[in-house]
């Protein structure tokens, strides 16, 4: 459990009520919580992933030392059929779904584990090597993390894209979108459109209510 606030005061008050219903241990200051990392500074605080970045590398057995700088190929178009089958498609799925957690706290992966993510029904081969490519991306940006000022302004600043008929089987578009508070990264998403756009400027206009929605 997390209990957080701006008034020290209360925060104790809240632990002393719950030591008397409960048996709880204190831990402290945030750390570390389910996989996250967080640093406080007199600036601000930082979360990320490192040590579960780092767990997954060697999970997966990815000893080699190649890096790369994007976590995927430009105009790269997965389709069902490219490949042969996996044996084991249970694994896929399961470092697949890592990835997924990991997204919460890196953006810059969020369109690769979506376009992924779509493939765990019946992965290939060539998915699982898309997939060893996101890992030689994290491997070489494994210390990135999203900062939070403690001086950041309260106004919300959002930006919106939308690639149109993106997907080669069904030639949907797809919506991405981002949200800061202040200069601080809050909110990401990318998402498969629910219906096909007939031109990228309604495929944009979708987006757009995608983000106008969550920013509402």
Same mark, same amino acid.
């Given at each position: 459990m997390i209990i957080t606030g701006d008034d020290p005061e209360y925060i104790a008050f809240v632990k002393a009520r719950l030591r008397d219903q409960f048996?709880?241990? =204190?831990? +402290?200051?945030? /750390? $570390?919580? *389910?996989g996250i990392e967080v640093s406080s500074t007199s600036n601000g605080f930082y979360i990320s992933h490192e040590k579960y970045i780092q767990d997954l590398l060697t999970h997966d057995a990815l !000893? =080699?030392? #190649? &890096?790369?700088?994007t976590p995927m190929e430009l105009n790269v178009k997965l389709q069902l059929t490219d490949g042969d089958p996996l044996s084991d498609p249970t694994r896929y799925r399961h470092l697949v779904g890592s990835l997924v957690y990991l997204a919460v706290t890196r953006p810059d992966i969020s369109y690769p584990v979506h376009i992924l993510s779509q493939f765990v029904s019946a992965p290939t081969t060539v998915h699982y090597s898309h997939f060893l /490519?996101?890992? /030689? $991306? *994290?491997r070489g940006t494994i210390t990135r993390r999203l900062f939070f000022s403690r001086s950041s302004s309260l106004q919300l600043q959002c930006y919106s894209y939308a690639t149109w008929a993106? =997907?080669?089987? =069904? #030639? #949907?578009?797809?919506?991405? $979108?981002?949200?800061?508070? +202040? +200069?601080? *990264?809050?909110? !990401?998403? &990318?998402?498969?459109? &629910?219906?096909?756009? #007939?031109?990228?400027v309604?495929?944009?206009?979708?987006?757009?209510?995608? *983000?106008t929605a969550e920013v509402t």
């Amino acid at each position: 459990m997390i209990i957080t606030g701006d008034d020290p005061e209360y925060i104790a008050f809240v632990k002393a009520r719950l030591r008397d219903q409960f048996l709880m241990t =204190d831990l +402290g200051p945030l /750390r $570390y919580f *389910l996989g996250i990392e967080v640093s406080s500074t007199s600036n601000g605080f930082y979360i990320s992933h490192e040590k579960y970045i780092q767990d997954l590398l060697t999970h997966d057995a990815l !000893w =080699d030392e #190649r &890096t790369v700088e994007t976590p995927m190929e430009l105009n790269v178009k997965l389709q069902l059929t490219d490949g042969d089958p996996l044996s084991d498609p249970t694994r896929y799925r399961h470092l697949v779904g890592s990835l997924v957690y990991l997204a919460v706290t890196r953006p810059d992966i969020s369109y690769p584990v979506h376009i992924l993510s779509q493939f765990v029904s019946a992965p290939t081969t060539v998915h699982y090597s898309h997939f060893l /490519r996101v890992l /030689r $991306y *994290l491997r070489g940006t494994i210390t990135r993390r999203l900062f939070f000022s403690r001086s950041s302004s309260l106004q919300l600043q959002c930006y919106s894209y939308a690639t149109w008929a993106s =997907d080669p089987s =069904d #030639r #949907r578009s797809l919506s991405a $979108y981002c949200v800061f508070l +202040g +200069g601080s *990264l809050i909110a !990401w998403k &990318t998402k498969k459109q &629910t219906a096909v756009s #007939r031109s990228s400027v309604e495929a944009e206009l979708r987006a757009m209510a995608l *983000l106008t929605a969550e920013v509402t």
